[in-house]
């Protein structure tokens, strides 16, 4: 969650991805945002969004849409 830390574990995350010969799924909640929408505020790092997403894109990653709340915090 310390999102000084993003690009730290991003990088680290996919060199791994990118040394790897067998395939990987990768899981999880990573705390970050890939496009305004998926924020409830205007605070919005475009820096770090474009940094997520060419990551994705790149090791070729596909996200599965969330089904249900549009937030998972929103306790619904």
Same mark, same amino acid.
């Given at each position: 969650?310390? /999102? &000084?830390?993003?690009? %730290? +574990?991003? @990088? #680290?995350?996919?060199?791994?991805?990118?040394? &790897?010969? *067998?395939?990987?799924? %990768?899981?999880?909640? +990573? @705390?970050?945002?890939?496009?305004?929408?998926?924020?409830? @505020?205007? !605070? +919005? !790092?475009? /820096?770090?969004?474009?940094?997520?997403?060419?990551? *994705?894109? &790149?090791?070729?990653? =596909? #996200? *599965?849409? =969330? %089904?249900?709340? =549009? +937030?998972?915090?929103? @306790?619904?």
């Amino acid at each position: 969650a310390d /999102h &000084s830390l993003a690009l %730290v +574990f991003l @990088n #680290e995350l996919f060199s791994k991805l990118a040394n &790897s010969n *067998i395939p990987v799924l %990768v899981g999880g909640d +990573f @705390n970050l945002h890939r496009d305004p929408a998926d924020k409830n @505020n205007s !605070n +919005f !790092n475009w /820096h770090l969004a474009h940094y997520f997403n060419d990551c *994705i894109s &790149s090791a070729a990653l =596909r #996200e *599965i849409p =969330r %089904v249900g709340a =549009r +937030f998972t915090w929103s @306790n619904r």
